[in-house]
């Protein structure tokens, strides 16, 4: 068991520091920060003045090594727009990521495993079809053109409710529900196909002539063991709360980190953007490492051999 924990821990935090690693260089490839942030009409000295100040002038691997041994002594930069620490920035923005994503991961649970579980239990009758067909709908109908849609008619058409901002809680109903209802789908249909597999195993038809009432093997062998497989996305879906709110939040000018994100993007705020794909790192490999230890819980062979 320690080396098996050892193992995805290791993996876990060789991950972060290749996604970290990659932002870095991406960043400081696609454009100077300097010239985005200074004025077109600010002189040169006042332009290699800032990138000394902000450490732009040092060779890029300088750069790299000085960003990591920050990084290792928890100083994760400040930004070039105002001078804050990049950490106070994403901390004052998370509660509002939280409060759509959290909700709307609620919405994918609540809906896409009873949804998946049913249409497997019912196959190929019209209840499987429906169901099937709303998750296929659900899924392949992009998150910006759902929010569109559904602004269009709750906010411009029938005045129900706000189309963006951060008001009141009606200002988070359609965001949730946007979040929500492509996860639903996924879930659905990734649940339906682990069901259909263990139904048709030979010990759920053991069991079944042997008399067990369909309610007690459904309970007993089937939802465990579908369970297994199931867990893995939605360990994906915990993982990506943050980095999934990017479109939603910026669709609807909601105030969290993937609206941050964006912005700092558009204006090169290194420090901003690579604490944000830090915290995005960090949340999908914990998710990942918590998802491989409980199918350690759940298949013990996975322990012994150290691997899935």
């Known amino acids: 068991m320690l080396r098996f924990l050892l193992l995805r821990l290791a993996r876990a935090l060789l991950t972060i520091a290749l996604v970290v690693s990659f932002a870095f260089v991406v960043l400081r490839l696609s454009g100077d920060p300097a010239l985005l942030i200074m004025s077109v009409d600010a002189p040169p000295e006042a332009v290699a003045a800032f990138r000394k100040a ?39 923005r998370i509660p509002a990521t939280l409060a759509l994503t959290v909700p709307a991961l609620l919405i994918k649970l609540g809906l896409g495993i009873p949804a998946g579980v049913y249409a497997a239990l019912h196959r190929n009758s019209w209840a499987d079809r429906l169901v099937m067909f709303l998750a296929v709908a659900g899924f392949t109908v992009p998150s910006f053109v759902l929010g569109l849609l559904l602004v269009l008619v709750f906010a411009v058409q029938l005045g129900w409710l706000p189309s963006g901002g951060q008001d009141s809680w009606r200002h988070a109903v359609l965001p949730i529900i946007t979040l929500g209802v492509g996860g639903a789908a996924v879930l ?18 053991t069991a079944s002539a042997k008399g067990v009432p369909w309610a007690q093997v459904v309970r007993g062998h089937a939802l465990p063991n579908a369970a297994i497989p199931t867990v893995t996305i939605i360990g994906f879906m915990v993982g990506s709360l943050i980095a999934g709110a990017v479109v939603v939040e910026s669709v609807f000018s909601w105030p969290g980190v993937g609206r941050l994100l964006v912005v700092a993007v558009a204006n090169r705020d290194l420090a901003v953007v690579q604490c944000i794909l830090l915290l995005v790192a960090a949340t999908m490999v914990t998710a990942n490492l918590v998802v491989d230890l409980l199918y350690g819980a759940l298949d013990p062979r996975l322990r012994r051999g150290g691997s899935r």
């Not at 090594?65 to 290792?72: C, D, E, Q, V």
């Not at 597999?197 to 010990?203: D, H, K, N």
């Open 54 to 92: 902000w450490g732009l002038d040092e060779p890029l691997w300088r750069q790299y090594l000085s960003y990591f041994g920050a990084i290792a002594s928890g100083d994760l930069g400040r930004s070039m727009r105002d001078g804050r620490d990049a950490i106070v920035l994403v901390g004052e």
């Open 188 to 205: 659905a249909r990734f649940t339906r196909s682990a069901m259909l597999e263990v139904l048709g195993q030979s010990y759920i038809r």
